[in-house]
């Protein structure tokens, strides 16, 4: 993988946490810096943690898949982008004012990651060092999900949908790129 490509794989992984912590940001009465990089680290390790987790699902089942490996990977990021596309249509009129603790938040990561998992598993049939990707992914979302926090109070309701919308994208560009390395079109 190109460190381009790994940069917008990085980037779109942390869409959906980055429309997360503008909630949480819009939840806060006033989101302070070390408010914003805690919730930014919580969501940035368990975002770099799935991947790997992924990645050695899909090692496992690499040689019941290897001749049609890129189009699994292809289907995965296209569904998961499509599903980032759907969340990201959809309209949020209100942001719910509740209180924030350490559990929701970590549950609030841990389902904004279920994705992360999935793309590790796709990962796992192409040559990547999952080890350099799952960190770029982490760094990506805890810088991310920080600002996203920070942000999340003035701009909570406008701008969240816009990041999975984008990332979705980026996700199935990505797809795409695989089965143009694999199969040698275009």
Do not use: C
Not at 122 to 147: E, H, Q, Y
């Amino acid at each position: 993988m190109t460190p381009v490509a790994l940069l917008f794989l990085a980037v779109s992984m942390s869409a959906d946490a980055f429309a997360a912590s503008i909630s949480k940001g819009a939840e806060l009465s006033k989101p302070r810096f070390h408010h914003a990089i805690g919730i930014g680290l919580v969501f940035g390790i368990i975002e770099a943690m799935t991947p790997v987790l992924g990645w050695v699902a899909g090692k496992a089942s690499q040689q019941y898949v290897e001749a049609w490996d890129h189009w699994v990977a292809f289907t995965l990021l296209t569904v998961i982008g499509l599903h980032m596309i759907h969340e990201g249509l959809k309209k949020e009129d209100k942001i719910a004012h509740r209180k924030q603790t350490l559990w929701l938040l970590i549950l609030t990561a841990t389902a904004t990651s279920l994705d992360a998992m999935a793309v590790g598993a796709s990962l796992a049939f192409i040559d990547v060092n999952i080890i350099t990707t799952s960190l770029a992914i982490g760094l990506a979302t805890t810088v991310m999900a920080s600002m996203g926090t920070l942000l999340g109070h003035s701009l909570g309701k406008y701008v969240g949908h816009w990041a999975e919308l984008i990332g979705g994208v980026v996700l199935m560009g990505i797809g795409v790129m695989v089965v143009v390395e694999h199969t040698g079109v275009l």
